[in-house]
Protein backbone atom coordinates (compact mmCIF):
# COMPACT_ATOMS: atom_id res chain seq x y z
CA UNK A 1 0.00 0.00 0.00
CA UNK A 2 1.46 3.66 -0.76
CA UNK A 3 1.46 5.41 2.62
CA UNK A 4 1.09 9.17 2.79
CA UNK A 5 3.29 11.50 4.57
CA UNK A 6 1.87 14.74 5.90
CA UNK A 7 4.28 17.14 5.73
CA UNK A 8 3.01 20.04 8.41
CA UNK A 9 5.59 22.72 7.91
CA UNK A 10 3.31 24.78 6.43
CA UNK A 11 1.31 24.78 9.66
CA UNK A 12 3.95 26.20 11.37
CA UNK A 13 4.55 29.04 8.72
CA UNK A 14 1.10 30.68 9.53
CA UNK A 15 1.66 30.66 13.40
CA UNK A 16 5.22 32.26 12.53
CA UNK A 17 3.67 34.40 10.59
CA UNK A 18 2.00 35.85 13.39
CA UNK A 19 3.78 34.65 16.79
CA UNK A 20 7.37 34.72 15.47
CA UNK A 21 9.56 34.79 18.53
CA UNK A 22 6.58 33.81 20.94
CA UNK A 23 6.69 30.27 22.65
CA UNK A 24 2.67 29.50 21.94
CA UNK A 25 0.30 30.71 19.51
CA UNK A 26 -1.96 29.40 16.31
CA UNK A 27 -2.43 27.13 14.24
CA UNK A 28 -0.49 24.17 16.37
CA UNK A 29 1.27 22.15 13.84
CA UNK A 30 0.95 19.15 16.54
CA UNK A 31 -2.88 19.35 16.91
CA UNK A 32 -2.41 19.35 12.95
CA UNK A 33 -0.21 16.02 13.08
CA UNK A 34 -2.35 14.47 15.49
CA UNK A 35 -5.47 15.20 13.19
CA UNK A 36 -3.96 14.29 10.17
CA UNK A 37 -3.11 10.70 11.58
CA UNK A 38 -6.72 10.19 13.03
CA UNK A 39 -7.34 10.77 9.16
CA UNK A 40 -5.25 7.80 8.32
CA UNK A 41 -2.29 9.40 7.64
CA UNK A 42 0.72 7.22 8.20
CA UNK A 43 3.66 9.64 8.88
CA UNK A 44 4.09 12.96 9.76
CA UNK A 45 7.08 15.28 8.29
CA UNK A 46 8.66 18.30 9.51
CA UNK A 47 11.74 20.26 8.44
CA UNK A 48 13.83 21.47 11.16
CA UNK A 49 15.46 24.44 9.45
CA UNK A 50 18.70 26.20 10.47
CA UNK A 51 16.90 29.12 10.45
CA UNK A 52 13.63 28.17 12.15
CA UNK A 53 11.81 29.94 10.28
CA UNK A 54 8.48 27.50 10.30
CA UNK A 55 8.90 24.57 12.30
CA UNK A 56 10.82 24.99 16.11
CA UNK A 57 12.40 22.94 18.07
CA UNK A 58 9.69 22.76 20.85
CA UNK A 59 7.76 21.12 17.81
CA UNK A 60 9.44 18.69 17.19
CA UNK A 61 9.63 17.49 20.60
CA UNK A 62 6.39 17.81 21.17
CA UNK A 63 5.77 15.44 17.75
CA UNK A 64 7.85 13.43 18.79
CA UNK A 65 5.88 12.20 22.02
CA UNK A 66 2.58 12.71 20.79
CA UNK A 67 2.31 11.32 17.54
CA UNK A 68 1.88 7.51 17.35
CA UNK A 69 3.05 7.01 13.22
CA UNK A 70 6.43 7.76 12.30
CA UNK A 71 8.41 10.84 12.67
CA UNK A 72 10.16 11.87 9.27
CA UNK A 73 12.55 14.51 10.30
CA UNK A 74 13.64 16.40 7.55
CA UNK A 75 16.76 18.36 7.79
CA UNK A 76 20.02 20.00 6.52
CA UNK A 77 23.11 17.75 6.78
CA UNK A 78 24.85 19.78 9.57
CA UNK A 79 26.17 19.17 12.92
CA UNK A 80 23.71 21.30 14.96
CA UNK A 81 20.74 19.77 13.42
CA UNK A 82 22.12 16.38 12.93
CA UNK A 83 22.97 16.48 16.72
CA UNK A 84 19.33 17.07 17.69
CA UNK A 85 18.18 14.15 15.79
CA UNK A 86 20.37 11.97 17.50
CA UNK A 87 18.95 13.22 20.59
CA UNK A 88 14.93 13.15 18.98
CA UNK A 89 15.31 9.41 17.29
CA UNK A 90 13.11 10.45 14.31
CA UNK A 91 12.09 6.92 12.81
CA UNK A 92 13.78 8.00 9.09
CA UNK A 93 15.57 11.64 8.44
CA UNK A 94 15.31 13.05 5.00
CA UNK A 95 18.35 14.56 4.22
CA UNK A 96 17.44 17.93 2.07
CA UNK A 97 19.64 20.69 0.50
CA UNK A 98 19.05 24.20 1.86
CA UNK A 99 19.38 27.53 1.40
CA UNK A 100 18.56 30.28 3.09
CA UNK A 101 16.87 32.32 0.25
CA UNK A 102 14.73 29.87 -1.20
CA UNK A 103 10.88 29.96 0.08
CA UNK A 104 10.49 26.18 -0.27
CA UNK A 105 13.36 23.31 -0.54
CA UNK A 106 13.79 24.11 -4.24
CA UNK A 107 16.43 21.49 -5.65
CA UNK A 108 17.75 18.12 -4.81
CA UNK A 109 20.69 17.30 -2.93
CA UNK A 110 24.42 16.79 -4.72
CA UNK A 111 24.92 13.59 -3.52
CA UNK A 112 27.92 13.17 -5.92
CA UNK A 113 29.48 16.29 -4.54
CA UNK A 114 28.74 15.13 -0.74
CA UNK A 115 28.99 11.55 -0.77
CA UNK A 116 31.60 11.46 1.76
CA UNK A 117 30.17 13.23 4.22
CA UNK A 118 26.39 11.83 3.44
CA UNK A 119 27.82 8.24 4.07
CA UNK A 120 29.68 9.28 7.34
CA UNK A 121 25.91 10.77 8.52
CA UNK A 122 23.96 7.75 7.46
CA UNK A 123 26.00 5.60 9.35
CA UNK A 124 26.02 7.68 12.20
CA UNK A 125 22.17 7.39 11.97
CA UNK A 126 21.75 3.81 10.98
CA UNK A 127 23.55 3.16 14.39
CA UNK A 128 21.34 4.72 16.30
CA UNK A 129 18.54 3.15 14.97
CA UNK A 130 17.47 6.41 12.59
CA UNK A 131 16.44 5.32 8.95
CA UNK A 132 18.48 7.09 6.84
CA UNK A 133 16.64 8.71 3.05
CA UNK A 134 18.35 11.47 0.70
CA UNK A 135 16.18 14.11 -1.29
CA UNK A 136 17.33 13.94 -4.45
CA UNK A 137 16.39 14.80 -7.83
CA UNK A 138 15.50 11.85 -10.65
CA UNK A 139 19.23 11.89 -11.99
CA UNK A 140 21.22 8.59 -12.66
CA UNK A 141 24.50 9.99 -11.12
CA UNK A 142 22.53 11.24 -8.17
CA UNK A 143 20.51 7.71 -7.40
CA UNK A 144 23.90 5.47 -8.49
CA UNK A 145 25.85 8.00 -5.29
CA UNK A 146 22.67 7.38 -3.07
CA UNK A 147 23.30 3.71 -2.82
CA UNK A 148 27.25 3.94 -2.38
CA UNK A 149 26.35 5.76 0.83
CA UNK A 150 24.19 3.14 1.88
CA UNK A 151 20.60 4.85 2.63
CA UNK A 152 17.33 3.39 3.15
CA UNK A 153 14.95 5.39 0.54
CA UNK A 154 15.90 8.33 -1.52
CA UNK A 155 13.05 10.68 -2.03
CA UNK A 156 12.91 11.88 -5.15
CA UNK A 157 11.77 15.57 -6.12
CA UNK A 158 8.56 15.72 -8.11
CA UNK A 159 8.65 19.54 -8.00
CA UNK A 160 9.46 19.67 -11.63
CA UNK A 161 7.06 17.06 -12.59
CA UNK A 162 4.33 19.10 -10.45
CA UNK A 163 5.71 22.24 -12.03
CA UNK A 164 5.80 21.46 -15.85
CA UNK A 165 2.17 19.77 -15.00
CA UNK A 166 0.53 22.71 -13.96
CA UNK A 167 1.28 25.19 -17.17
CA UNK A 168 -1.18 25.30 -19.97
CA UNK A 169 -1.89 22.26 -22.10
CA UNK A 170 0.93 23.27 -24.35
CA UNK A 171 3.36 22.39 -21.74
CA UNK A 172 1.84 19.05 -20.95
CA UNK A 173 4.54 17.05 -23.38
CA UNK A 174 7.24 18.65 -20.86
CA UNK A 175 5.51 16.89 -17.40
CA UNK A 176 5.20 13.86 -19.67
CA UNK A 177 9.38 13.87 -19.99
CA UNK A 178 9.40 14.90 -16.17
CA UNK A 179 7.37 11.73 -15.47
CA UNK A 180 9.40 8.90 -17.49
CA UNK A 181 12.49 10.63 -16.10
CA UNK A 182 11.23 10.02 -12.50
CA UNK A 183 10.02 6.30 -13.94
CA UNK A 184 13.47 5.57 -15.16
CA UNK A 185 15.20 6.91 -11.61
CA UNK A 186 12.70 4.75 -9.68
CA UNK A 187 13.54 1.98 -11.72
CA UNK A 188 17.24 2.35 -11.30
CA UNK A 189 17.04 3.01 -7.57
CA UNK A 190 14.96 -0.32 -7.14
CA UNK A 191 17.28 -2.42 -9.34
CA UNK A 192 19.60 -0.90 -6.45
CA UNK A 193 18.47 -1.96 -3.93
CA UNK A 194 16.97 1.67 -2.53
CA UNK A 195 13.46 2.05 -1.75
CA UNK A 196 11.80 5.38 -3.06
CA UNK A 197 9.72 8.07 -1.79
CA UNK A 198 8.60 11.08 -3.66
CA UNK A 199 7.43 14.50 -3.29
CA UNK A 200 7.00 17.76 -3.56
CA UNK A 201 4.41 19.88 -5.55
CA UNK A 202 1.62 17.11 -5.55
CA UNK A 203 -1.95 17.42 -5.11
CA UNK A 204 -5.11 16.03 -6.52
CA UNK A 205 -4.81 17.41 -9.91
CA UNK A 206 -1.03 16.10 -10.64
CA UNK A 207 -0.99 13.22 -8.34
CA UNK A 208 -3.31 10.19 -10.91
CA UNK A 209 -0.70 10.88 -13.48
CA UNK A 210 2.39 10.54 -10.83
CA UNK A 211 1.10 7.11 -9.70
CA UNK A 212 1.76 5.91 -12.86
CA UNK A 213 5.48 5.66 -10.98
CA UNK A 214 6.22 2.24 -10.34
CA UNK A 215 7.76 1.08 -6.73
CA UNK A 216 6.87 3.46 -4.66
CA UNK A 217 6.82 3.54 -0.65
CA UNK A 218 5.58 6.97 0.59
CA UNK A 219 4.60 10.64 -0.74
CA UNK A 220 5.69 12.95 1.40
CA UNK A 221 2.85 15.67 0.77
CA UNK A 222 2.40 19.46 2.53
CA UNK A 223 1.45 22.61 0.85
CA UNK A 224 -1.71 20.74 -1.04
CA UNK A 225 -3.29 19.23 2.02
CA UNK A 226 -3.06 22.22 4.23
CA UNK A 227 -4.06 24.59 1.97
CA UNK A 228 -6.73 22.31 0.81
CA UNK A 229 -7.47 22.48 4.84
CA UNK A 230 -8.21 25.95 4.89
CA UNK A 231 -11.42 25.45 2.72
CA UNK A 232 -12.59 21.56 3.05
CA UNK A 233 -11.08 21.35 6.63
CA UNK A 234 -7.67 18.79 7.58
CA UNK A 235 -9.47 15.76 8.24
CA UNK A 236 -11.24 15.50 4.76
CA UNK A 237 -8.32 17.12 3.00
CA UNK A 238 -5.98 14.07 4.47
CA UNK A 239 -8.84 11.87 3.29
CA UNK A 240 -9.20 12.62 -0.47
CA UNK A 241 -5.64 12.42 -1.01
CA UNK A 242 -5.69 8.98 0.76
CA UNK A 243 -8.52 8.18 -1.59
CA UNK A 244 -7.01 9.14 -4.65
CA UNK A 245 -3.97 6.90 -3.49
CA UNK A 246 -5.87 3.47 -3.25
CA UNK A 247 -5.59 2.26 -6.27
CA UNK A 248 -2.18 2.52 -6.65
CA UNK A 249 -0.17 -0.79 -7.51
CA UNK A 250 3.56 -0.82 -7.55
N1 LIG B 1 9.50 16.38 0.54
C1 LIG B 1 10.52 17.23 0.83
C2 LIG B 1 11.88 16.66 0.98
C3 LIG B 1 10.28 18.61 1.01
O1 LIG B 1 11.30 19.43 1.30
C4 LIG B 1 8.97 19.09 0.90
C5 LIG B 1 8.69 20.54 1.12
O2 LIG B 1 8.86 20.87 2.45
C6 LIG B 1 7.94 18.17 0.63
C7 LIG B 1 8.24 16.83 0.42
C8 LIG B 1 6.51 18.58 0.53
O3 LIG B 1 6.35 19.45 -0.53
P1 LIG B 1 4.95 20.21 -0.71
O4 LIG B 1 4.81 21.10 0.47
O5 LIG B 1 5.12 20.94 -1.99
O6 LIG B 1 3.90 19.16 -0.75
Redo the contacts with the bound molecule.
Keep these: MLKLGV ?1 I ?2 VATLREARYRGGSTGEPDPVAAALAAEAAGAHGI ?1 A ?1 LREDRRHIQDRDVWALREKITTRLNL ?1 MANVPEIVAIAFKLKPEIV ?1 L ?1 PERRLEV ?2 EGGLDVVAAETALTETRKKMNDAGIAVSL ?1 IAPDEAQIAASARTGSQFI ?1 L ?1 T ?1 KF ?1 EEFSKAESGKWKAECELERLIAGVKLAHSLGLQVNA ?4 NCENLPALLRVPHLVEL ?6 ISRAVTVGLTAAVKEMLALMKNYSA
Excluded: R
Design positions: NDHTHECVTTFEHGAGHGLNIGHSI
